[in-house]
């Protein structure tokens, strides 16, 4: 009875055998892959909301530029250039529209397009805000 039970404990060691080099090198190799590509990523979204606080700190300082040309009193058919300390570019430009209807009336309606280049993205493309405002004929008399 001692030699059977030697022969199963024999047995069951044959069958308890552990991983070998190779498949722990390719585990291993899978791991890393999976690692590596979720750094990619995680790195690639960084990037893009870096990109997209900048856009909207952009659109921020457009607005808030288009609100100071709305509270201006100068609606005189120009366009002007500025830039401002941090080194933003605007384009500035007021133009009568619907004149032809307007004529009769007391009023006219002016077009204001604010465009503007961020600092730091010198390639990117400008942003650009319109509206229109209705001022009276006399207001627009005493801004020219």
């Known amino acids: 009875m001692i030699s059977t039970m030697t022969g199963m404990n024999n047995c069951v060691i044959k069958n308890r055998r552990g991983f070998t080099l190779l498949e722990i090198m390719v585990s291993l190799v ?14 690639a979204n960084l990037r893009n909301l870096a990109a997209s606080d900048d ?16 509270d201006s009193d100068r609606f005189k058919d120009k366009v002007w250039h500025e830039v401002d300390a941090e080194g933003y570019a605007y384009d500035i430009s007021f133009a009568e529209i619907l004149k ?3 004529d009769a009336l007391s ?14 993205d010198k390639g990117s493309k400008k942003i650009t805000l319109k509206t229109a ?6 207001d627009a008399l005493k801004s020219q």
Not at 107 to 120: G, N
């Open 30 to 43: 899978l791991i890393c892959l999976v690692v590596v590509s979720v750094i990619q990523l995680s790195s």
């Open 55 to 70: 856009r909207i700190e952009t659109l921020e300082r457009a607005n808030a530029k288009m609100r100071e040309v709305l």
């Open 100 to 102: 032809e209807r307007s």
């Open 107 to 120: 009023v006219k309606l002016v077009e204001i397009t604010v465009s503007m280049q961020s600092a730091k």
């Open 133 to 138: 405002k209705m001022i009276s004929k006399s």
